[in-house]
């Protein structure tokens, strides 16, 4: 088999520059964990600079046709690649609660799944990085008071650190994709506990940001807070003013008020 082709129904879209892979197999620290996991490898130009590595590099792919062709070109991924779709898997059949990083040039049809997927893993994932869609990438590391800042950038700051690192253009790929790419970077913070109800505040994040453009008095009114609590200044704000902190703040107020 010389190449895979491309599947449009699960987003592929093969990363052609050595270059860039190799700064993205680079994003990573490799501190505090033995092994990485990267998700939808298709012909390995990403997980060959991970193999370089003094890390145990494990594979997760979908693609029946790249899993063939990994198995044929890359003989030291032996018993490391995984057949398995990455949003369904247990991944703890293979790492069994241990720490592992994630890496990986994601589709863009199911980018934002793998965020929310790797969220709630975050116990075991201390680093997070890959090429993402620009803008998905942009909105993971956005802060708040601006439109790109939502629900994804709340949950995400909430547990790691996030950084924008560089863009990618199209022509690098094959097929070429219609937008750009960006490649960012997730760190787990030291201390990623929360003061509050984790299940709350995940609730009062994406029901604030439903109705983004309203204030949180309107846009929390599901709640049945308190008339005392409606009347905090802190529900005069819409979502996109709260910062991590403050989401915080407002969570901590609503599960003091009983919900």
């Known amino acids: 088999m010389d190449k895979v082709k491309a599947k449009k129904h699960l987003g592929q879209h093969f990363l052609k520059d050595e270059s860039i892979a190799k700064n993205i197999a680079d994003t990573l620290s490799l501190e505090g964990y033995e092994d990485v996991l990267e998700i939808g490898p298709g012909m390995g130009v990403l ?27 890359y003989p030291k991924l032996h018993g490391k690649i995984i057949s398995q779709d990455f949003l369904k898997y247990n991944i703890n059949e293979v790492f069994e609660n241990k720490q592992f990083a994630v890496i990986g040039n994601f589709p863009y049809n199911i980018s934002t799944q793998i965020v929310f997927r790797v969220l709630e893993f975050r116990d075991q994932i201390p680093e997070f990085s ?36 560089f863009t990618v253009d199209e022509n690098v790929f094959n097929p070429p994709p ?3 790419s960006g ?37 929390l009114k599901t709640f049945s807070l308190s008339d005392n609590l409606r009347e905090d200044s802190i529900f005069d704000l ?8 403050q989401f915080i703040e407002l969570t901590q107020k609503i599960e003091a008020d009983g919900v």
């Open 238 to 245: 819409r979502p996109e003013q709260l910062d991590v902190a």
């Open 47 to 73: 997980t060959k600079y991970m193999l370089d590595k003094a890390v145990n590099t494990y594979v997760i792919e979908i693609d029946t046709e790249s899993v063939t062709y990994l198995e044929a070109n």
């Open 178 to 180: 219609k937008v750009k």
């Open 130 to 165: 890959g090429m993402f869609q620009k803008e998905v990438a942009e909105r993971i590391c956005e802060k708040k008071g601006s439109k790109a800042y939502g629900i994804l950038s709340v949950l995400a700051q909430a547990f790691y650190d996030t950084e924008y690192l």
């Open 183 to 219: 490649v960012m970077r997730m760190r787990r913070k030291e201390d990623y506990s929360l003061p509050c109800s984790v299940k709350l505040f995940f609730t009062v994040v994406k029901t604030a940001f439903q109705q983004r453009r309203k204030t949180l008095r309107n846009s």
